[in-house]
């Protein structure tokens, strides 16, 4: 069974920064790419964020220059560094698997999510 | 970046009765790469339809998704009282990926 647990969420200033990791289990995670999306409270999802396997990234323009997707294989986890936080970058934080090992598929399984608050 | 525009924003419905849920993009979706999430109230969403209409593994099949190009749609044969929750469309087929802004489907 495919497992994601997101950690790494909580309360930051603006302008801090926040590393979150995703620790996968079930599945050969090298083979898959990978992603995060948010969901500020009571809003919609947005995406922010994909790692394919051979480490190519995609980002959002509300986080490029901010925000760092990594991972690393040898320990199955996904990570992503946040800095220069903002106000709107409070949101819940889900970390993604693509269904299909292909960079074009869509997402699969998804973690419970962790919760980001950036507020003074 | 591709803009999803989903429509309407609300929907209420009876259990029984058939949802149709409209997904148009401001450029064509490379190769139908569009699928479909639900999500319930305090939890992750989950796939039902990716490739504009192949459904998700265990999805049941009065979920069916349709259309190319531009416009797409979610339908929804006969609601079931486990189906009132938020549907969201995706594009998978630009970078950066993006989402529409969701459709609440609502118990009338």
């Known amino acids: 069974e495919v497992q994601l647990v997101e950690s790494g969420g909580g309360l930051v200033q603006p302008g801090g920064s926040l590393r979150l990791s995703c620790s996968a289990s079930?599945?050969?995670?090298?083979?898959?790419?990978m992603h995060w999306v948010r969901q500020a409270p009571g809003k919609g999802l947005e995406y922010v964020s994909g790692i394919s396997s051979v480490s190519g990234t995609s980002y959002a323009d509300s986080v490029k220059g901010r925000f760092t997707i990594s991972r690393d294989n040898s320990k199955n986890t996904l990570y992503l560094q946040m800095s220069s936080l903002r106000a709107e970058d409070t949101a819940v934080y889900y970390c993604?698997?693509?269904?299909?090992?292909?960079?074009?598929?869509?997402?699969?399984?998804w973690g419970q999510g962790t919760l980001v608050t950036v507020s003074s | 970046d591709i803009v999803l525009t989903q429509s309407p924003g609300t929907l209420s419905l009876s259990p029984g009765e058939r949802a149709t849920l409209s997904c148009r993009a401001s450029q064509s979706v490379n190769s139908n790469y569009l699928g479909w999430f639900q999500q319930k109230p305090g939890q992750a969403p989950r796939l039902l339809i990716y490739?504009?209409?192949s459904r998700a593994t265990g999805i049941p099949d009065r979920f069916s998704g349709s259309g190319s190009g531009t416009d797409f749609t979610l339908t929804i044969s006969r609601l079931e009282p486990e189906d009132f929750a938020v549907y969201y469309c995706?594009?998978?087929?630009?970078?950066?990926?993006?989402f529409g802004q969701g459709t609440k489907v609502e118990i009338k």
């Open positions: 993604v698997k693509s269904i299909a090992t292909l960079w074009l598929s869509t997402f699969g399984p």
């Open positions: 079930g599945f050969t995670f090298g083979s898959y790419a």
């Open positions: 995706q594009q998978y087929g630009s970078s950066p990926r993006t």
């Open positions: 490739g504009a209409s």
